[in-house]
């Protein structure tokens, strides 16, 4: 009996999935339109009301005295014990006195904590004493400017503090063309698969919501009834169908008229 019941359950179940899939087709179009106006206005609100960021690179080289002085080769040891000051050039990279010079080596009125927020400074890659310097801003320009003034400040503040011969420029910073964020087809795709995923969403808890029996089979399989007999038109269809009726008659007595 468990067995039967059990049966019984999946088949009602696979019955469910196949009208759900069905109410999600004959809704596809709706489902897809709403993607459309999702996604487009992603895009319109990207490119009206987010401002375009861009970003100047530039990546500094840290030259200590032992490897101005020395004959031989660097050892590994030497370049081990020099990635760990890298971090150090990091940190004096970003004082006070690095921003407050750059800043007014560019002449623009920024203050320490707001031109951190454009400022990233960072190793270029693990183990190494090459540190990148980046600059976010709205104006590519100033972003380059920016760049610019934070390494002649960084290379006078290192070599002030630490022991270290030389800070070189091995990249100088470049004019962005484009700018790095925001990303428009990427807000506007991001867009489009959230406006679907609502418009699916709201079909489904409406079907799900929606215990209306439709059909003679739906009867007998939830409520177990027989069915006896159907009647085949609602009383809004009968309505419909008496309007257009006297719509079909009015225009037939107007013809006639008019001969």
């Known amino acids: 009996m468990a067995k039967r019941m059990e049966t019984h359950n999946n088949d ?21 339109l709403s993607g459309l106006l999702f996604g487009l206005a992603a895009l319109l609100i990207t490119k009206v009301f987010i401002t375009p ?10 030259l200590n005295r032992a490897d101005q002085n020395s004959s031989s080769s660097v ?7 020099s990635s760990y000051l890298t971090k150090d050039y990091i940190e004096l990279c970003k004082t006070r006195r690095v921003t407050e010079m750059a800043v007014s080596a560019v002449g623009l009125s920024l203050t320490h ?21 980046r600059v976010t801003d709205p104006d590519p320009y100033a972003a380059q400017k920016l760049t610019a003034a934070i390494c002649e400040a960084a290379s006078t503040q290192i070599q002030d503090i630490m022991d270290v011969q030389a800070v070189k ?21 991001i867009g489009a698969l959230l406006g679907i995923l609502l418009a699916g969403a709201v079909v489904v808890i409406l079907f799900l919501v929606n215990d209306t029996l439709r059909t003679p089979e739906e009867v007998e399989r939830y409520l177990e009834l027989h069915v006896l007999g159907s009647i085949p038109m609602s009383e809004e ?3 419909k169908k008496k309007k ?16």
């Open 75 to 81: 050892t590994q040891s030497d370049l081990l014990s």
């Open 53 to 62: 960021q861009y970003v100047s690179t530039a990546e500094l080289y840290v």
């Open 12 to 32: 009602e179940l696979e019955i469910d999935l196949l009208q759900l899939v069905n109410v999600i087709r004959s809704h596809l179009v709706v489902i897809i």
């Open 169 to 189: 420029v091995a990249d100088p910073a470049t004019i962005p063309e484009k700018p790095s964020s925001p990303n428009v087809k990427k807000n506007a795709a």
């Open 113 to 133: 904590e707001e031109m951190l927020k454009k400022l990233t400074v960072e190793e270029a890659s693990s183990d190494t004493r090459v540190i990148s310097v």
């Open 237 to 239: 269809d009968n309505k």
């Open 244 to 259: 257009k009726k006297k719509r079909n008659t009015g225009k037939a007595s107007t013809r006639k008229t008019g001969k």
